[in-house]
């Protein structure tokens, strides 16, 4: 028996590869991993806020981001492949580009190898999440309001990579 399963976050990802293509970088693309880093900032706090308002914190709904109270359920339902999209198209594609900062080739082959190899484990964790936020978003909100489950554990990861590769950028220039 086979099943037809689409995969939104390894599409998503892919996705964002594809479309770096069609919009190059110049010159050094450090600029768009900070600007990642920057957005993946507040989505620990945010994501704790969202399982709070869902069990009903008003001051954690005055204190969302990107969304409203009503909406948060579909707001964190698109996470997932967001963040996908842009692992692919801010930092994957970001990273041949850094040469221009100046780093040596063996420390760029690094970096972009254990990249490469993390990018992997967090697609799939993407997936996971993609996953347990559609299926039983009520349970899922409450590991949230916790600072628990898949789609948690991907914003810190996925940040705690991007964090990598600037601390990584910096000592190598």
């Known amino acids: ?15 964002g590869v594809a479309n770096r293509k069609k ?21 620990p706090s945010n994501l704790v806020n969202i399982g709070k308002c869902f069990l009903g914190d008003k001051n954690a709904c005055h204190r969302l981001i990107g969304c409203v ?45 254990h990249v490469n190899a993390e990018a992997k484990r967090l697609i799939d964790l993407a997936e996971h999440s993609s996953i347990e936020l559609k299926t039983n978003w009520p349970l899922t909100a409450r590991h949230l309001a916790s600072g628990k489950g898949a789609i948690y554990e991907l914003s810190l990861d996925v940040f705690e990579l991007v964090d990598w590769v600037l601390t990584e950028v910096n000592l190598c220039k």
């Open 23 to 43: 919009y190059p970088f110049v010159a050094s693309s450090l600029y768009k991993i900070k600007e990642f880093h920057h957005q993946l900032e507040s989505h």
């Open 69 to 113: 109270s009503f909406d948060k359920a579909i707001y964190a339902k698109k996470i997932p492949s967001h963040i996908a999209y842009n692992l692919g198209f801010k930092l994957v594609s970001a990273l041949p580009l850094l040469k221009h900062e100046g780093l040596a080739k063996h420390d760029l082959y690094r970096i972009s190898t």
């Open 1 to 15: 028996m086979t099943t037809t399963h689409t995969y939104p976050c390894h599409n998503a990802y892919e996705r």
